[in-house]
């Protein structure tokens, strides 16, 4: 009599399963936000979930990256293709109500440096934007001259500069503006002292709006 073979035990409970899984349709995607777009890449939210995508590149989720620039990005997103801008939101039905773009250019100086004119709690400001610094910073002489009291409200502590270790105050800024963009409850630090000599604009405001650059130019957007 010819032999039957035995099938382990594991094969039979997990293939069914394994079927299942394979036949379960796609959740459908709810929501998709463009945070950063580069030549062939882009860095899009998709549900709350950051992915970074290269061009031809599919996310868990069934989000196709087309084609990127550091203007837009071309998706695909359940067959249907579209053109999307840094900052913009996609709603669960892909159409979203047009808004007001809030945006700033920023060229660099004879020196490559990226200065922008904006304001602090009112009071007008030129700054550096410096991406390696942590929060907005300033020292003591521009604080007193835009009303910031830092011995009385700030919270002493110590920063790392260039210079060595230094001491430094941590405020928080009502207002920061950038041309058309403003942000509330900023955070910064005055550092007792002369330097730095520039108020420099770090990431407790950058990282707050959307940031590219084309070419030479460096353009901020507002968050929705």
Same mark, same amino acid.
């Given at each position: ?114 200065? =922008?004119? @904006?304001? %602090?709690?009112?009071?007008? !400001? +030129?700054?550096? *934007?410096?991406? &390696? ?43 920061? =503006?950038? @041309?058309? %963009?403003?942000?509330?409850? !900023? +955070?910064?630090? *005055?550092?007792? &002292? ?31």
């Amino acid at each position: 009599m010819e032999r039957i073979p035995r099938i382990p035990i594991w094969m039979v409970i997990t293939l069914p399963v394994a079927l299942l899984l394979a036949a379960a349709p796609a959740r459908a995607v709810e929501s998709i936000r463009v945070v950063g777009l580069f030549s062939g890449k882009a860095v899009v939210q998709i549900d709350g979930t950051q992915r970074m995508l290269s061009t031809g590149q599919a996310s868990p989720e069934g989000v196709k990256l087309i084609s990127a620039n550091a203007r837009e990005a071309v998706m695909e997103v359940d067959g249907r293709r579209g053109t999307y801008a840094l900052g913009r939101h996609i709603s669960s039905t892909y159409a979203s109500a047009a808004r007001h773009e809030i945006a700033v250019r920023v060229w660099p100086d004879e020196g490559g440096m990226y200065r =922008a004119i @904006g304001s %602090i709690n009112g009071f007008p !400001v +030129s700054f550096l *934007v410096d991406t &390696g610094a942590t929060h907005i910073a300033m020292n003591a002489a521009q604080a007193k001259r835009l009303g910031i009291d830092y011995l009385v409200v700030g919270r002493q502590g110590f920063a790392s500069t260039a210079s060595g270790v230094v001491k430094q105050y941590m405020v928080q800024l009502d207002r920061v =503006a950038v @041309g058309d %963009i403003e942000l509330h409850n !900023v +955070s910064a630090g *005055v550092i007792d &002292g002369m330097h730095p000599v520039d108020v420099l604009l770090g990431m407790s405001f950058l990282s707050q709006v959307d940031m590219a650059r084309e070419g030479k130019v460096l353009e901020l957007k507002k968050k929705f």
